[in-house]
């Protein structure tokens, strides 16, 4: 399983790249959105990567950032979501926006994707809303609702206590940025784990 290529952008195409690692070039499907973050032609270039595995091919797609990746893992699940689909989905809308879309039942949100309709549309928001959890109203978010934070960080350690305990990663990620907020940037572990605690279990 490749999960991640470091190498040159060696080039691109509408919907793919080729990474150029150690003289071996791979091919990476790609939306417009990752295809945007990459660079110019030449400079080096981090890319986290799906293998796609059928009967008779092996494609690599590639995501300029894991959170790209995840919503693809999840968009690929719902029936009649393909690979090309899940690409398509992710050129109209950055992760957060999609994560709002489908916590909210934004169906036409998501149809704005090319080869979306209706009825694709809100199969994905009933497939994937209690997967993903409510979107916060703002900052970095990834699969599941939980907010993006510092590796080692007091929040981050809140955050992975609450769901060690089975808390979902939505509601834990709720709880900790609430008991957070409340508490100041000066509160302990301890304190902010009891606090989001409390809230979660509203």
Same mark, same amino acid.
Request: proline residues 3%.
């Given at each position: +399983?490749?999960?991640?290529?470091? %190498? ?42 799906? +293998? ?9 797609? %590639?995501?300029? =950032?894991?959170?790209? =990746? ?12 393909? !690979? ?19 916590? +909210?039942?934004?169906? $036409? +949100?998501?149809?704005? $994707? ?40 007091? !929040?981050?350690?809140?955050? @992975? ?11 834990? @990620?709720?709880?900790? $940025? ?7 940037? !000066? ?6 784990? =009891? ?8």
């Amino acid at each position: +399983m490749i999960a991640k290529l470091k %190498g040159r952008l060696d080039s691109t195409g509408t919907d793919h790249a080729i990474i150029d690692v150690g003289g071996v070039g791979y091919l990476v499907g790609a939306s417009s959105r990752t295809l945007a973050a990459l660079g110019p032609v030449g400079e080096a270039v981090t890319i986290h990567t799906e +293998m796609l595995v059928a009967e008779d091919s092996i494609r690599l797609v %590639g995501f300029a =950032r894991a959170e790209e =990746r995840d919503w693809f893992r999840l968009l690929t699940h719902v029936q009649g979501v393909g !690979s090309r689909v899940a690409l398509a989905i992710l050129s109209a809308l950055e992760p957060l926006e999609l994560h709002r879309a489908v916590a +909210m039942g934004d169906r $036409a +949100m998501i149809a704005r $994707a090319n080869g979306v309709g209706p009825k694709l549309a809100q199969r994905i928001v009933n497939e994937l809303k209690d997967k993903t959890g409510a979107a916060p109203a703002g900052g970095p978010v990834g699969v599941g609702g939980a907010v993006a934070m510092p590796a080692g960080s007091l !929040s981050a350690d809140a955050l @992975s206590a609450l769901q060690n305990l089975g808390f979902k990663p939505g509601e834990a @990620s709720s709880a900790v $940025a609430a008991a957070e907020e409340e508490l100041g940037d !000066s509160a302990s572990l301890d304190a902010l784990v =009891r606090l989001a605690l409390r809230k979660a279990a509203k």
